[in-house]
């Protein structure tokens, strides 16, 4: 996919624009107080998760889309995807009347693969990364004649990525900085192209992930922008920083407890920056929320450890006699330090301990870490030997 171009002009940003109207969201942006309190700065939060198919890629595919030859909408279109883009895909050929084949790793997350498979889309799971199912869209590409949708080293995409920063330009006038997930890095080429026409001044910082290890920002987590998006990225992007993943879930549960937005780990990295003080440059700062499509059961997994880290909950293990009476001594003293027990379980077997004691470990919700702090000294008054687990 090698190019020599510098991707697409503003005039072509502001077509896909136009060819967006009444398909694509123009997604709303909210101010908020408690990341602004824990930033020091005003923080504005584009929240492209509430976009079509839920994040922005069904910008980019629409604009891709109707773009075809007729000859071309004949053969149908093909895309490897790791959630999102799929989807996107997927529902703008439905829209258009035309077949799809997409091509997702085979560890993609589920909710992506259903969405793609509702939107009527062929899916097939195939290979453990992304760069697996790319090769197998490519090799069906020309073996049918269908077109490939590339996810980010398309100017047409990119095109249509770009409409996010139009908006931006007219919502956040005032931004100093703007915050952007990458991946490829079709949506910061997109949004960087715009923003430098528009507003120059503007600092562009794009986000990522440790690329060589796991992720929970799965809709990031390719090897390396491709050709064409790195010589954009290296012309309109200000700085470039990385998030881990602990980070990230700290994003996520505060985004969920106290924006009410459910977004994904990809689309959480440019809060995740912000928070960890690495977005720099000064003024307002707005942040693209790229994506809301995180699978149910990585959500649950995310909120139990953002909320165990945040003191949230608190895990103990320790050792009671074992006879009648004392498991309630033990719970009745959590309900006085106003601990809410949500299981109790007791280890007798294969554990080295007296045969007249029994390990009993306990998962309480708590307030926070100060609260976690006072049970535990509570407990420790009374003669219990605690054990803390993380």
Known sequence: MATETTGPTLTEIEAARRGLAEIARVTPVYGSETFSRLTGREVVLKAENLQRTGSFKVRGAVTRVAALTDEQRAAGVVAASAGNHGQAVAWAAREAGIPALIFVPQDAPMAKVEACRNYAAKTEMVGASFEDALSAAFAYAEETGATFVHPYEDETVIAGQGTIGLELAEQVPEAGTVLVPIGGGGLASGIGLALKALTPRTRIVGVEIDRDKYTIADGIAVKAPGELTSSILEDVLDDVV?????????????????????????????????????????????????????????????????????????????????????????????????????????????????????????????????HCRQLLAAMAERGYKVERLN
Not at 266 to 282: E, I, T
């Open 242 to 370: 990385t998030v881990s993943d602990e980070e990230i879930t700290e994003a996520i549960v505060l985004l969920l407890e106290r924006s009410k937005l459910v977004v994904e780990g990809a689309g959480a990295v440019g809060v995740a920056a912000l928070l960890a003080g690495r977005a720099g440059g000064s003024g307002p700062a707005a942040v693209v929320l790229s994506g809301g499509n995180i699978d149910p059961t990585m959500l649950i997994s995310v909120m139990r450890h953002g909320l165990t880290v945040a003191g949230r909950y608190l895990v103990v293990r320790t050792h009671l006699a074992d006879r009648p009476g004392e498991l309630i001594k033990l719970l009745s003293l959590v309900a006085e330090e106003r601990g809410n027990v949500i299981s109790v379980e007791h280890h007798r077997e294969g554990m080295d301990i007296p045969v007249s004691e029994t390990e009993v470990e306990l998962t309480l919700v708590t307030r926070d870490e100060e």
